[in-house]
Nanobody
Framework: QVQLVESGGGFVQPGGSLNLSCAAS????????MGWYRQAPGKQRELVAI???????NYADSVKGRFTISRDNAKNTVYLQMNSLKPEDTAVYYC??????????????WGQGTQVTVSS
């Protein structure tokens, strides 16, 4: 019954910004690590950023200094602020989270993805 829903994707010009949001809902006891992956046409899905339950963060080298991941535990939400966007950032962005449900079992969930297109 747990669901991750992404929002905030869209079409922007190079150098522009977008803020992605991912809200988790359902029978949740605890959200552990949360993060973002992306998949560009013809490429494998790659890790973009992760934030742990202790708010430690890790970024792919390609986005470091431009993207910022954060979380709001009260809202069960993770964010990805993307600045100085480049055409190579174009991809479907997927939210992911390790969530402990009411049965005390931990599962790895994925959102349905949101399209980000960077083009002039």
């Amino acid at each position: 019954q747990v669901q991750l829903v992404e929002s905030g994707g869209g079409f922007v010009q190079p150098g522009g910004s977008l803020n992605l949001s991912c809200a988790a809902s359902g029978s949740i006891l605890r959200l552990n690590a949360m993060g973002w992956y992306r998949q560009a046409p013809g490429k494998q899905r790659e890790l973009v950023a992760i934030v742990t339950s202790g708010s430690s963060t890790n970024y792919a080298d390609s986005v470091k200094g431009r993207f910022t991941i954060s979380r709001d535990n009260a809202k069960n939400t993770v964010y990805l602020q993307m600045n100085s966007l480049k055409p190579e950032d174009t991809a479907v962005y997927y939210c992911t989270a390790k969530i402990v449900v009411i049965t005390y079992m931990e599962y790895h969930y994925w959102g349905q993805g949101t399209q980000v297109t960077v083009s002039s």
